[in-house]
């Protein structure tokens, strides 16, 4: 891969917020959320005050630093881990869900529901079910579906599914317009050596089933693939073959060392090249189906900048554990995870209906955050796109969330450097 053996993403700079690429003919300035670009043949214009008033007058937004995110206001953001449980046992899940099996209960979930959502509720509700694999919980998503649509006229529902769940659950999903998020990680062969049943068996067939349903009913779907070193080399062929079935949209994740198997299927610079290498091919499929491969550059584009996890920046994103306390983190559910302290942020007070949160514990976070941010993402070209990733990873990776995920932060540069190639040149 040219970028891999050039390193001209190493020359490629952050001047006041916006990334300044090495093409190897010139340097392009790109405003990610005006879509306008500009070529120089070096950096020296980033000296000349006349270049940069130039630039702003035609519309190119310069700041000292990533504004602070703002928060929509007519939406409200109710994420519900479920369970910790799973009827699956992938090889590199970071639950460890055989351990401890935690359930939020229905009557908890529908109060903190009720609680968030006010009756006649007239903007828009996102409701995300999560897990384990949430649909072991189905009371439970019966009463949080029921509460949310009983209050509010405009509920979004979602789920992260690995699609394994009884026929009567998947009706009952599909009634309520959920949209999924379907986690199968390549063809046949590919997907069973990873994802497999709690006694080793394949899971493709099983996925398969959902998937035709939900495509059939025509619900909003996202496939979801985790890619490991064993299946990286099926990237294209998945793709391929996801997008002849009538999927629209997939989104591939490198595998992280979290968690129970951190140390199974090492993530190194090859692993991190063959991944782009497929991600970019699997790009170019998809144009040729009219499908899309979601990205971080897709997400960004013409959008105001945003922080990579926006639940430290934003509180009326509610993110409920399965024992119903509130948490920042996606990633750390259950009294399992050592880390899962670090992010606990209240209790559900069931007399007054409300979470009590610690402020402190959010504080220590964005002080990290900020941290992180100014000394090493400031400076950089894919700041717009990362700006420092995800805290947990960090905080497993060195012990601390202020310091820069090495491996992640390499992985990161490479593709946003592929990416602003096929927009901008
Ligand atoms: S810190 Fe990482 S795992 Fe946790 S919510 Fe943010 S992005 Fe997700
Ligand atoms: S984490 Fe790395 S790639 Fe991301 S913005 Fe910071 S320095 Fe750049």
Redesign the pocket.
């Known amino acids: 891969m040219q970028v891999m053996d050039g390193k001209r993403f190493e020359r490629c700079v952050n001047f006041k917020g916006l990334p300044c690429i090495d093409f190897g003919k010139g340097y392009v300035v790109f405003d990610p959320s005006s879509l306008k670009k500009a070529t120089f043949p070096d950096l020296s214009w980033t000296t000349r005050k006349e270049d940069i008033e130039a630039l702003a007058t035609q519309g190119f937004r310069f700041r000292e630093r990533l504004p602070d995110y703002e928060a929509p206001t007519d939406e409200i953001h109710l994420t519900f881990i479920l369970t910790t449980d799973c009827n699956l046992g992938c090889k590199y899940c970071y639950t460890d869900s055989k351990r401890e099996k935690l359930r939020l209960s229905a009557d908890l979930a529908r109060r903190i529901a009720e609680a968030h959502v006010p009756a006649g509720y007239a903007g828009s509700v996102f409701v995300q079910l999560f897990g384990g694999e949430p649909t072991l919980n189905f009371e439970t998503i019966q009463a949080i579906t029921e509460a949310v649509e009983a209050r509010s006229a405009k509920p979004f529902f979602y789920i992260t599914t690995n699609g394994v769940m009884r026929t009567d659950v998947l009706e009952y999903l599909l009634a309520h317009r959920y949209g999924f998020y379907l986690s199968l990680d390549g063809v046949r062969e590919f997907n069973d050596l990873n994802r497999v049943t709690l006694s080793g068996g394949g899971t493709y067939e099983l996925v398969e089933k959902t998937l035709d349903q939900v495509l059939v009913r025509k619900a909003p779907l996202k496939v979801r693939s985790t890619i490991t070193r064993s299946t990286v080399g099926g990237m294209e062929r998945f793709a391929e073959a996801m997008f002849r079935r009538g999927v629209k949209l997939l989104q591939f994740t490198p595998v992280v060392p979290i968690g129970r198997n951190a140390g199974d299927d090492p993530v190194d610079d090859a692993f991190h090249d063959a991944y782009l290498d497929g991600l970019m091919n699997s790009i170019d499929l998809a144009r040729v189906y009219g499908a899309s491969i979601l990205t971080p550059l897709s997400l960004a584009l013409k959008r105001a900048p945003k922080p ?2 926006k ?1 430290f920046h934003d509180d009326t994103k509610v993110l409920v554990t399965p024992e119903g306390r509130r948490t920042l ?4 559910q259950g009294d399992f995870n050592r880390n899962s302290d670090r992010f606990l942020y209240g209790e559900f007070d069931a007399e007054d209906g409300q979470f009590r949160v610690d402020g402190a514990v959010k504080e220590r976070i964005l002080q990290a955050y900020h941290h992180l941010t100014d000394s090493h993402c400031d400076h950089c070209f894919a700041q717009f796109l990362c700006n420092g990733g ?4 960090n905080l497993e990776a060195n012990g601390r969330m202020d310091e820069l995920n090495r491996s992640f932060c390499s992985l990161k540069r490479k593709e946003a450097y592929l990416l602003l190639e096929r927009v901008l040149t």
């Open positions: 990579y996890c639940i983190c996606y990633g750390v995800c805290l947990a990873e």
